[in-house]
T-cell receptor, first 114, second 112 residues
Framework: DGGITQSPKYLFRKEGQNVTLSCEQNLNHDAMYWYRQDPGQGLRLIYYSQIVNDFQKGDIAEGYSVSREKKESFPLTVTSAQKNPTAFYLC?????????????FGSGTRLTVV | QKEVEQNSGPLSVPEGAIASLNCTYSDRGSQSFFWYRQYSGKSPELIMFIYSNGDKEDGRFTAQLNKASQYVSLLIRDSQPSDSATYLCAVNPAGNNRKLIWGLGTSLAVNP
């Protein structure tokens, strides 16, 4: 079955460390997105990519970086510059053209700073 | 700034009742509207979407759009305890290139 796979499910980061969250999809979707969710703050867009080798900053890109070298993959790196990285991170994808039915989400990665 | 607003709740209904959730949006040119359900600790899952041309019914769920007043509603008939979750409304404003604007969600509790 097609879907979006995020790994790991849980991740612990030490102060000053960079960590990379994986997101892979086999839905043949062109667009991919990274969101952060904190209690009471809803979904906030970090980065998005609508085509391979191209991506744009979302509303809260500071302290994060991404790459889009393959259509299927959109990894997110949380750098040491991100001062409050503890959150639930969600990757989503969206199909191109035609009648649009919104985003498909992965199961999420819960990142905790220790 | 384009916005989507929802009452945070909690909305509490007895089992078997109709749950009515509402969402208002600021961009009058919005084209498509989405309702996602999110269980605690899980990722959002799409349950309904409608376009600006009409309402939609799918099983126990009905999504309705009021363009004049700029709100979209989700009705859940015969509510079940398994419907207890947070419901997120998302809107695709005109010219936003399929970048959704999200509400903060309404928490629904269905009591047995």
């Amino acid at each position: 079955d097609g879907g979006i796979t995020q790994s790991p499910k849980y991740l612990f980061r030490k102060e000053g460390q960079n960590v990379t969250l994986s997101c892979e999809q086999n839905l043949n979707h062109d667009a991919m997105y990274w969101y952060r969710q904190d209690p009471g703050q809803g979904l906030r867009l970090i980065y998005y990519s609508q085509i391979v080798n191209d991506f744009q900053k979302g509303d809260i890109a500071e302290g994060y970086s991404v790459s889009r070298e393959k259509k299927e993959s959109f990894p997110l790196t949380v750098t040491s510059a991100q001062k409050n990285p503890t959150a639930f991170y969600l990757c989503a994808s969206s199909r191109p053209g035609g009648q649009w039915n919104g985003y498909t989400f992965g199961s999420g990665t819960r990142l905790t700073v220790v | 700034q384009k916005e989507v607003e929802q009452n945070s709740g909690p909305l509490s209904v007895p089992e078997g009742a109709i749950a009515s959730l509402n969402c208002t949006y600021s961009d009058r040119g919005s084209q498509s509207f989405f309702w996602y359900r999110q269980y605690s600790g899980k990722s959002p899952e799409l349950i309904m979407f409608i376009y600006s041309n009409g309402d939609k019914e799918d099983g126990r769920f009905t999504a309705q759009l009021n363009k004049a007043s700029q709100y979209v509603s989700l009705l859940i008939r015969d509510s079940q305890p398994s419907d207890s979750a947070t419901y997120l409304c998302a809107v695709n404003p005109a010219g936003n290139n399929r970048k959704l604007i999200w509400g903060l969600g309404t928490s629904l509790a269905v009591n047995p």
